[in-house]
């Protein structure tokens, strides 16, 4: 079958994620800075790759979501970052794929009778990934596991709100950008798929994070490199 190029834009979040990414990429085909986002341009497997550094948090990265489908024309979004385990199975530097998201301070029960994270068009609290990226995902490392993320702006390392969070949605990681992103592509009809390294686990916090944190980008990076080669249209 003849490769059909796509247009990718690939989000990521901090700097240890973007640092990976680029050891991994070589010298880009074009960088730019639009609407105060530096945008690196790369040519991977015949698609046009086009990173971006969003920064850390919901807000950020439905933006960069957006700018990536309105003025670079995405036709597919990818993500790849780290995140934090919520459970004893979620061990350091586990690679996994994101199935669904809940973003949890997302709150209008006291106005409408729904749950806590449930958006308008949204048949619960979850924010579906789309079904053929994983699925294709899994085809190219048969080892990754999904998972449910609970996405919100905050960052947390507390042990007991870590177990509270997979009590109250049977999530297994945590994270800042997925909500975001997941919102922006679904409404845009851009498939997404994001792709996560754990950095701390269930009992670890912020000392641990920043131990952990390049050297899981390092494995969700390599991980997102061998989907991409296999991506056709």
């Not at 609970?150 to 960052?155: V, Y």
């Amino acid at each position: 079958m003849e490769l059909i190029p796509m247009k990718i834009g690939l989000i990521v979040a901090i700097a240890d994620e973007i640092e990976a990414m680029l050891a991994e990429m070589g010298e880009p085909v074009k960088s730019e800075t639009v609407a105060g986002i530096s945008i690196r341009e790369y040519k991977v497997s015949g698609h046009e790759l086009f990173v971006a550094n969003s920064g850390a948090g919901e807000i950020y990265a439905a933006g960069v979501a957006q700018l990536l489908i309105s003025h670079f024309g995405a036709e597919m979004l990818l993500n790849f970052g780290i995140c934090g385990g919520l459970t004893d199975e979620m061990s350091l530097c586990n690679t996994v794929i994101v199935d669904k998201v809940v973003h949890y301070d997302y709150d209008v029960t006291e106005l409408d009778p729904v749950e806590i994270g449930q958006y308008p068009g949204y048949a619960d609290c979850f924010i579906p990934a789309d079904r053929k990226l994983i699925e294709l995902a899994k085809e190219v490392s048969p080892e990754l596991q999904e998972v449910i993320c609970a996405s919100a702006d905050k960052f947390v390392g507390n042990p007991d709100r870590k177990a509270e969070l997979h009590r109250l949605y049977n999530a297994e990681i945590c994270e800042m950008e997925a909500a975001g992103i997941l919102l922006t592509a679904n409404r845009c009809g851009v498939p997404a798929l994001l792709i996560k390294a754990v950095s701390d686990s269930a009992t670890g916090g912020a000392e641990e994070f920043t131990e952990m944190a390049n050297k899981a980008a390092r494995v969700a990076v390599t991980t997102l490199l061998k989907i991409i080669d296999k991506i056709d249209k």
